[in-house]
């Protein structure tokens, strides 16, 4: 007769066997996670990336998305994906050989060409001719490694009019002078380029202060010689949440205000005809502004048939600034 004690050894002997089997497979699989899809070598340098070139036909490595330059030139770029009706304007998205690597792993990096501000009837022609292209050229104009993202744009001379090195604008401080181009002009001030990879708005007000007197939108801020394509210098008044607000630079002000302080001892009546001018000019504004609200109130309005009541300064000027949209 065998004795039952040999079999619950036996059967305690099996059970930590299985238990260890158990404990040493689970962590194998928590201690090697990754996938295989971008292999290490010895040297500990990720395998690189390959894809079918549509220029030679044979199988390229891509090219990593921090390695590139602004006006470096990318050959057989094929659209993958477009929208003509955004709020930013028509673009395209095209596959030009390059790639991200990151987290051990590669993702293909398309490229953001934009086609300008075309009418949609034109911009769908221009979209169609590059969509039946087998490949064309690009050249890299913006490079946003904070946001892995990527532009690049149909015209050799884009490197003449991007920065190579932008300025983050987490690197600007509240009263840092910059020099800047206007880069449009609208009714509520001037969005200015100051090599930062967003520009900076300086308000209507802030002009008005600078030249004591009332701006009238767009056309105003003409008529005092701020246009597109003029250098200002400027200061940075904030920088919160993806927003720069520039003010004019001391020295502007000051010697704005030199130059004010020797008209009015001139023209001692001058600083009351200035003050003057504004009252006049914003009793015209509320003078427009009844006749407005009394016509609307004689007709039989519909507010969903004008979105033009809908006009929001705040989300227009986040939209000029790019803020939350490729």
């Not at 059967?11 to 996670?33: H, K, Q």
């Amino acid at each position: 007769m065998r004795h039952p004690q040999r079999y619950n050894n036996k059967a305690l002997f099996l059970i930590s066997i299985w238990f260890s089997f158990l404990t040493c497979g689970s962590a194998f699989l928590t201690t090697n996670p990754r996938r295989c899809t971008a292999l290490e070598v010895a040297n500990t340098e990720p395998r690189s990336c390959f894809y079918r070139s549509p220029v030679t036909g044979k199988w390229t490595p891509r090219l990593e998305l921090s390695e590139l330059v602004v006006g470096q030139a990318l050959e057989g770029a094929v659209v993958v994906q477009e929208k003509l009706n955004g709020k930013t304007g028509p673009k395209v998205w095209v596959d030009c050989g390059v790639g991200l690597y990151k987290k051990n792993d590669w993702k293909i990096q398309t490229a953001m060409l934009r086609l300008g501000n075309a009418k949609a009837s034109v911009a769908a022609k221009k979209a169609a001719r590059l969509r039946n292209k087998k490949h064309f050229p690009v050249y890299v104009s913006r490079i946003r490694l904070e946001n892995d993202q990527l532009e690049v744009t149909l015209e050799p001379e884009a490197q003449k009019t991007s920065s190579p090195s932008m300025i983050r604008l987490q690197e600007l401080q509240p009263g840092q002078e910059l020099s800047g181009i206007i880069q449009r002009v609208e009714d509520y001030g001037l969005l200015i380029h100051v090599g930062a990879n967003r520009p900076g708005l300086l308000h209507i007000r802030r002009v008005g202060d600078l030249y004591q007197k009332f701006i009238d939108k767009a056309d105003g801020l003409k008529k005092v010689g701020l246009q597109k394509g003029v250098q200002v210098d400027v200061q940075v008044i904030s920088c919160e949440k993806k927003r720069l607000f520039l003010d004019f630079s001391e020295s502007l002000k000051q010697e704005a205000e030199r130059k004010y302080k020797a008209v009015a001892e001139d023209d001692p009546y001058a600083e009351e005809a200035a003050l003057f001018e504004v009252q006049q000019q914003q009793q015209q504004q509320n003078t427009e502004l009844t006749a407005l609200v009394d016509d609307d109130e004689e007709d039989d309005y519909d507010e969903d048939e004008d979105d033009d009541d809908d006009y929001d300064e705040d989300r227009e000027i986040e939209d000029a600034m790019g803020l939350g949209r490729y």
